[in-house]
């Protein structure tokens, strides 16, 4: 039967009409209208900031992308963490603020008690929730701004939009002792939790203080400054596997170590357990991986005189709005550029291979030739500013000296924890456990303690502003007993952390640049391996091309292209012979030319390491065309990039800079590797570029080329590369 034959022919004609334009659309190119204030385009709507319940009885931290809400009668507690961009509920159950134990004995601070279900947390059975009275007790808040938690020398203004301290608003909630306390030593003490929430960006910081109002000395043996039972990623009903997924939120803090990436240099700081509460789970063995615990593995066993205070390291929670991987990564590239903006810092850095006086002269005239920013004594050199003797810090002064004259920053390399001292200093590790390194002294050992004092002696008097800083500490727990800086086992983790970090952060307030192979970021260090393996650098040259643009792709999802370094062996490193030397270098132009283009146009930096950076006017014409034209487009080189074909030397392969706040709002690179010209389509989305109408698109700088944006904000772009070569368009 004809429905529609049966409707009266006006609504006939209405329905014919629709059909009509519906076909019209259709067939329209419509661009369609960027999400409203996506934070990732545009985060200046969201600002942070506490709210006050009409009753009194909650607070809230709210930045229109992430909301805490906080119970505070009759004890403190979080009670709803809620994702505003996806509209997720994140918290099933109600926990203490944080866990201290104090003396050996354990406390609660703050917390609710009676929940029914821990899957997840009715509003009405809110106000059912009782306080323990062995927890401590809320006793009042504080409302205030960032301050700076370590002091920035802004030296390099290479990111034109960061800001330091970040801006947000902060919240301190206080907590007393438990009444009664039955004569325990944790009367008189004060715990603080203390928030801080961002402008533009889900992600919130937290860490706690401890002050003894006692007239002794007590001890922290341990502490979580975090505890947060969030709903559960997957549910597995048998035995869980064992990658198992956590729930989709990305956690750091600035007690990290021993490793390149937040996830592996986080291990010790903060895990995901299983709560012990949530008994209707679906896992028969009650692990689903749901409960965040922020806090060391080991230790702190900290010391504190009457009137003094304890501070925790600090945690920084972000939790996703989405699971694609680009996204994602984005958000922890946002985060690092908040909290962390000294990582945008990006000199281009020359390592010279030989401390002749004559060979650094010429490395420190060539850099400032052809727009170098930086040289380093590198490994291998022969300086040591260990070296306390007159004639060694006389040498680096007069370097430096010459150095500033021509506009060059100039530092030194120094390898600390991968080493052997002697029996006295080095390492006592717990039975069964090996240093990381193989062989490393103890930071809190008397040979550790003289070594911090060199360092911090050579910096401030030799005019060297940028420290390699080698081995640095991975993370060793040491149970030497008769080292001056710790007392045992329990402690030497949290004092050589702390050793290790107080002299970042003196070097970030000084104003030095800090290459730290290690995830030292939170701590003041700018950057670290973007991923490479040493030895590949032993490869023929065209193999090398490939490594370099693949370890760039592979390590900047998480990482600025500012944050870590790549390698160009201009002289042989770990073997290779000359197939795998860039040296003579006008001998080999080519592959220098593409070596410098591979890493420039993708904004990283490498070690330029060997004796020159130039042999010949032709050379040094390459080089500085290449510098000349990375600081011509700087701010968009040192922005995100978008991945989009990873090198496979088989095809084109390219990434994309994107950023809405600058006029050049993004640039495409496109690189050939292979020996014949090629010519495709490429569709690149231009989504975070911020752009919704028409892009213009100048191959080279050249003139405009007007694209339709698709309705995935796609574009299809001619595309052609020289052999070997490379291309690139700015989006306009």
Known sequence: MNYC????????????AINLFVTLLASLEIVAAAPLNDWLIDSTPFKARVIKSQDGRE???????????????????????????????????????????IDGKRFDIGGLKGQRNYAFLRPEWIGELRADPAAFRFVGYEIGEPNERMSWKRTRHHAPDV???????TLRLDFATPVPTNGTAAANLRVSVHYELYDGLPCYSKWITVSNGTDKVVRVDKFSSEVLAVVERTSEVDELSEGRTPPNIHVETDMAFGGMMASGANRRSFRWLSDPDFHT????????????????????????????????????????????????????RRMYRVIAPWTTENPLMMHVVSSRGDVVTNAINQCAAVGFEMLIMSFGSGFDMENEKPANLERARNWASYAHSKGIEIGSYSLLASRRIDAANDVVMPPGEKPAFGNS???????????????????????????????????????????PGHHGLADSRWNQWQEISDFYKWCRAQGFYLNVPDHYFLSGSTKSGMGYREVNWSLPREQQIIHTRQNIYDGTWQKLPSMGWMFVPLTEYQGGGAAA???PLDQHLDHYERMMESNLALGVQACYRGPR????????????????????????LESDLIHGHRADARDLDWMLHVNPKLKEKGMLVVFNPLNEPVTRKLRVNLYYTGLT????????????????????????????????????????
């Open 441 to 483: 002294p103890c930071l809190e050992s008397r040979w550790g303690t003289n070594y911090f004092r060199r360092l911090y002696d050579f910096h401030r008097e030799s005019g060297f502003t940028l420290l390699e800083h080698d081995g640095s500490y991975p993370g060793d727990a040491y149970a030497s007993t008769n080292h």
């Open 281 to 332: 789970q679906v896992n028969y063995e009650k692990k689903t991986p749901c409960l965040l615990d922020v806090g060391p593995d080991l230790g702190p066993a900290q010391n504190i005189a009457p009137g003094g205070v304890f501070e925790s390291f600090r945690a920084w929670v972000l939790p996703f709005d989405n699971t694609d991987r680009e996204r994602c990564g984005l958000a922890v």
């Open 693 to 732: 109408t028409p892009a213009r698109l100048r191959e080279k700088g050249g003139a405009a080329k007007r694209f339709k944006l698709a309705r995935d904000y796609t574009v299809e772009l001619p595309v052609t590369v020289p052999a070997q070569g490379m291309n690139w368009f700015v989006v306009e």
């Open 581 to 583: 030397t860039i040296e």
């Open 163 to 169: 800001k330091w301290p970040p801006e947000g608003v």
């Open 5 to 16: 034959a049966a409707f009266p022919v006006e609504i006939r004609l209405r329905m014919k």
């Open 59 to 101: 607070v809230e931290l709210n930045n229109g992308l992430l909301r805490r809400v906080i119970r505070i009668d009759p004890n403190a507690a979080t009670v709803a963490l809620d994702n505003l961009v996806s509209g997720e509920s994140l918290l099933r159950g109600v926990k203490p603020e944080a866990v201290v134990e």
């Open 613 to 636: 950076l130039f042999d010949t006017e032709r050379t040094k014409a390459m080089v500085k065309s290449k510098v000349d034209w990375f600081k011509a487009h700087r701010d968009i």
